[in-house]
């Protein structure tokens, strides 16, 4: 059994995948398999109409599936905002009709919260291989400046049609490839929050995401090129994603401090000349900054750590509310520092035991860490030759800004990545002064 039919087994709210070439023509069959006898309403924007949208309604036709008037957004700055949301529920209201959603990240998103506001499934038609979202329960959807995720389903069924999405714009598949990169940081982050006894790993959604991993990734220029095999391997690495979320009833498997950066920016409102950054290529930036920090890591030679030293400097409860309050002071979110870090705070005397498991298992942690991460020089080329950002000038962001990104990202959320590890262990400004100072790899100049 392939990978994807075994994952798909464990899904919970999936109940059909087809990817491959030559595809789409499979649609209706698909559709009157998962919706017998319903109508269906394709959702579109004016692009993903043209590339599929249109002759999906003609192919629905021809198979004698009645249909509502397809729904297109003619916004071209179109983005995954409530109010797009908004107008999708109004239309869905009128009717029964199944959404069928012909397009990528956006429309995905924007279709899944609003088939789930008015009682119904969907189907997804998947025209780029541009994130991991397809298959994964919940929305990011932006409300009143800020991205919030809904509690949403998957959809019910997903097509993806490998000569569609090869044929997709190259910044579409590569923000889809960075976006599969980050899975190498999440993993690490898991294994370091398994070792350290904050939230062991679950062993099927690992397996989802983890098995085969490397190997996905392993072709960025064929990658970009829309070579068959690569972007099918892509596409498969970014469906299982989502079934490992479904699965998990959690993002854990799929994303760590990576997405964290790309959260707070998200938080933060950055455009990038005045345009919004796609996901994947934030969370490229987001990537290539934890692996930074990894291999710092790596060369930390914790067997030998100062514990009374990191304990001196850990806050008590009090403190830390001080803290978190004050460095969101004046912001859309003041209170997120204190609810995220509040609810993963531990005591000194727990922390202690912490760092003294993260000391004596320290060998075999780095072992685990090793084989997993993939090193910063490397990474960053294989991101560069797929097309995605590698600078985070590409996407807006000024040293400075990224080096108060790994201080800020800390308190968003409260899951256990890398960045507690560096604060916990008293390490993280050491380690950013490494980043940023001399010959540093975002080196500063303070000139």
Not at 129 to 153: E, H, L, R
Not at 364 to 384: G, H, W, Y
Not at 394 to 422: C, M, N, P, W
Request: glycine share 6%; net charge negative; charged share 20%.
């Amino acid at each position: 059994m392939s990978k994807v039919a075994t994952a798909l087994k464990s899904a919970s709210e999936t109940k059909a995948l087809v990817i491959g070439q030559d595809k789409l023509k499979q649609t209706s069959q698909l559709f009157k398999a998962q919706f017998p006898g319903a109508k269906a309403i394709i959702v579109a924007d004016t692009i993903t109409f043209e590339v599929a949208g249109k002759q999906l309604s003609k192919q629905f036709e021809s198979n004698g599936i009645g249909q509502e008037p397809a729904y297109v957004y003619t916004d071209p700055e179109i983005y995954a905002a409530y109010h797009y949301v908004e107008e999708l529920t109004n239309v869905l209201k009128e009717h029964q009709a199944i959404p069928v959603a012909v397009g990528s990240g956006t429309i995905n998103d924007l279709t899944k919260l609003a088939a789930h506001l008015t009682n119904r499934p969907y189907l997804c038609v998947a025209t780029a291989a541009s994130m991991d979202g397809y298959t994964a329960f919940g929305a990011s959807i932006t409300v009143n400046g800020a991205k919030q995720t809904f509690n949403c389903p998957a959809p019910q069924a997903c097509l993806a049609d490998i000569d569609l999405l090869s044929a997709a714009p190259t910044e579409l598949t590569a923000s889809g490839y960075a976006d599969l990169f980050a899975k190498i940081t999440a993993g690490a982050d898991w294994i370091l929050a398994d070792a350290l006894g904050v939230e062991a790993i679950d062993p099927k959604a690992w397996s989802m995401v983890q098995d085969g991993l490397h190997e996905a990734l392993s072709n960025p220029l064929g990658t970009k090129n829309g070579e068959t095999k690569a972007v099918s391997q892509l596409t498969e690495g970014l469906m299982l994603g989502g079934f490992a979320m479904q699965w998990a009833k959690s993002s854990r498997p799929a994303s760590g401090a990576e997405h964290q950066f790309s959260h707070l920016w998200n938080m933060e409102h950055h455009l990038n000349n005045g345009q919004h950054v796609s996901h994947g290529f934030q969370v490229s930036i987001g990537t290539l900054a934890i692996t930074a920090l990894y291999d710092l890591v790596l060369k930390t030679d914790f067997e030998n750590l100062d514990i009374p030293k990191a304990l001196k400097q850990w806050p008590t409860l009090d403190q830390l509310k001080t803290q978190s309050l004050d460095i969101f002071k004046n912001t859309d979110f003041p209170e997120i520092g204190w609810q995220e870090t509040s609810a993963k705070y531990i005591d000194h005397q727990l922390l202690k035991k912490q760092l003294q498991t993260l000391k004596d298992n320290w060998s075999d942690i780095k072992t685990r860490l090793k084989q997993q991460i993939v090193p910063f020089e490397e990474a960053r080329a294989r991101l560069a030759t797929v097309g995605a950002p590698t600078e985070p000038e590409h996407i807006g962001i000024s040293r400075a800004k990224l080096k108060e990104t790994f201080v800020r990202a800390q308190y968003i959320r409260r899951r256990f990545t890398i960045l507690d590890l560096a604060v916990r262990t008293g390490y993280l400004n050491q380690w950013l002064n490494q980043l940023f100072g001399n010959n540093g790899i975002w080196e500063i100049n303070t000139n």
